[in-house]
């Protein structure tokens, strides 16, 4: 089991930028693949990004690609996820989840870790 605390989230403009972080605790961080969900509220939870174990595979939902990025450090036990062009639509709680998969799952199911969520709100 690892303990996942995620940092970072506020309230930005639209247009702005916002970098969360995970910090990671317990099992070895590095046999881990990290990703980031969201949910909405009244929505399912959704994932946003992901990187495997190494950080040299990444994989994005087609609603932030090439404004998110994703990126890992397996010497400090840390996952950050840079938000820029922040929208609206943006809004959510924001979690972060390890999971034993040697891919990048977008399922959830595959994550058995989360931590507690940050929010993340974007005014218009």
């Known amino acids: 089991q690892v303990q996942l605390v995620e940092s970072g989230g506020g309230l930005v403009q639209a247009g702005g930028s916002l970098r969360l972080s995970c910090d990671a605790s317990?099992?070895?961080?590095?046999?881990?693949?990290m990703a980031w969900f969201r949910q909405a509220p009244g929505k399912e939870r959704e994932f946003v990004a992901g990187?495997?174990?190494?950080?040299?595979?990444?994989n994005f939902a087609d609603s932030v690609r090439g404004r998110f990025a994703i990126s890992r450090d397996n010497a400090k036990n840390t996952v950050d996820l840079q938000m820029n062009s922040l929208k609206p639509e943006d809004t959510a709680v924001y979690y972060c989840?390890?999971?034993?998969?040697?891919?990048?799952?977008?399922?959830?199911?595959?994550?058995?870790?989360w931590g507690q969520g940050t929010q993340v709100t974007i005014s218009s």
């Open positions: 989840a390890a999971g034993l998969a040697w891919y990048v799952s977008i399922w959830a199911s595959s994550y058995h870790d």
């Open positions: 317990g099992r070895t961080f590095s046999s881990m693949t």
């Open positions: 990187i495997n174990r190494s950080g040299a595979t990444t």
